[in-house]
Each structure stands twice: as C-alpha cells, then as structure tokens.
C-alpha cells in the first residue's frame, strides 16, 4: 500500500523520559512534515524537511530533534518529556498534488 | 503573517441537507489549498486540492471552490449523509514555501 506510516500509534510514558516516533512514506514525495494536534484539535506544523535538508523549523522546544536519513524517512525524537507534550503527532509528506498524513501517534505523558 | 479560520466551528443539520464550509486566509499569495476531512481518533483524509490558478475542484458530492482576490474557500456538500458526520479541515501552502496553515476546523453532524 502506498502510505505515510508512522509508528508508534500509542506511546504512553512517564515524565522526563526520551522517547523516538518513526514516520515513512513510500509515495516517492521529497518534503516531509511534522505536525502537533493539541486538544483543542488545532494542526500545528513543527518541522520540515525536503531532500534530508530542513527547510522549516518552527518554534519549538530544542527538546524535539527531527531527524531524516533519506528522503523517505522522518523521525521525530522528545526528550525530557513533559506533560504539556502530550498530543497527537502528524507525520505527512507532499508533492505538487497536496499533503498525505499518516494516521497519528497518541503521546500521552503521565 | 497567513491565518486561517473556518467558519462555523460546529454545524449539525438533518440528513439530506446540501451545506457550506467556509475558510477564510488572510494571505492571497496561496500556492495552493487543500480541503481534509478528520474522523474521531483518526488520521487526515486529503478531499480536494485546489491549485492557486483554479476557481474550483469537483469529487462526487464534493466542490471545492477558490476566490483569492477575496481570501476565501467554500467546501459545498451536496445532498448531506450521517457518514459525512467529521470534522473539516482547510490548509493553505504559503506561496514560495512548503508550509501549509491549517484553520481552525468545523465539526459537522449529520443526523439520520
């Protein structure tokens, strides 16, 4: 199937831990986004990166560090993890047809 | 700065009903703009896509329509089923980036 895919779907963890969310898209698109919903349901974008390059960089705490091997590729690490981070975080890619999401990730901080 | 928002934020109508989603941006220099659907829990379902030098895009029950000069897009919906029971979401791409500004979203209700 041809997707944005992101793993994992739920990530339930105490505060302070550091924890990874991987995303992969095998659409053959070259830009590659990360997206906050909050509770309120507002799409926030985080990062972006076309090629490997990160071309936007929005502000956020230097605790979230996105990281692209290939084009293909985007995952997004948290550190010291708090409780205001809990949200659903959005992996999506696009080409000159629009945006494809991935299905979300729960992040819940406890 | 771009914005979007999305008038109204909540709309419940009788099964059948055609109906209006509106989204304002405050920036005419769009590259493009892009309707999603949202259900509970789940992920984005990409609906239209209208590229900056179209008036309108068409799927099935769908229209789409673009007015840059006046900032805004309507999302129509023809003939309204409880299944089209989500919340709506339009984005605009900020001309010369790859960034998309997504509105405020309106949750529709469909009743049977």
């Known amino acids: 199937d041809t997707a944005v895919s992101q793993t994992p779907k739920y990530l339930v963890t105490q505060m302070g831990n550091d924890k990874s969310i991987k995303c992969e898209q095998n659409?053959?698109?070259?830009?590659m986004y990360w997206y906050k919903q909050d509770s309120k349901k507002f799409l926030k974008i985080m990062f972006s990166?076309?090629?490997?390059?990160?071309?936007i960089n929005e502000t956020v705490p230097n605790r979230f560090s996105p990281k692209s091997p290939d084009k293909a590729h985007l995952n997004l690490h948290i550190n010291s993890l708090e409780l205001g981070d809990s949200a659903v975080y959005f992996c999506?890619?696009?080409?000159?047809?629009?945006?494809?999401f991935g299905s979300g990730t729960r992040l819940t901080v406890v | 700065k771009q914005e979007v928002t999305q008038i109204p934020a909540a709309l419940s109508v009788p099964e059948g009903e055609n109906l209006v989603l509106n989204c304002s941006f405050t920036?005419?220099?769009?590259?493009?703009l892009q309707w999603f659907r949202q259900d509970p829990g789940k992920g984005l379902t990409s609906l239209l896509l209208i590229q900056s030098s179209q008036r309108e895009q068409t799927s099935g029950r769908l229209n789409a329509s673009l007015d840059k000069s006046s900032g805004r897009s309507t999302l129509y919906i023809a003939a309204s089923q409880p299944g089209d029971s989500a919340t709506y979401l339009c984005a605009a791409r900020v001309g010369g980036t790859y960034k998309y500004i997504f509105g405020t979203g309106t949750r529709l209700k469909v009743l049977a």
């Open positions: 659409l053959g698109h070259d830009t």
């Open positions: 999506a890619s696009s080409s000159e047809d629009g945006y494809t």
């Open positions: 990166y076309n090629n490997k390059e990160l071309i």
């Open positions: 920036d005419s220099a769009i590259y493009n």
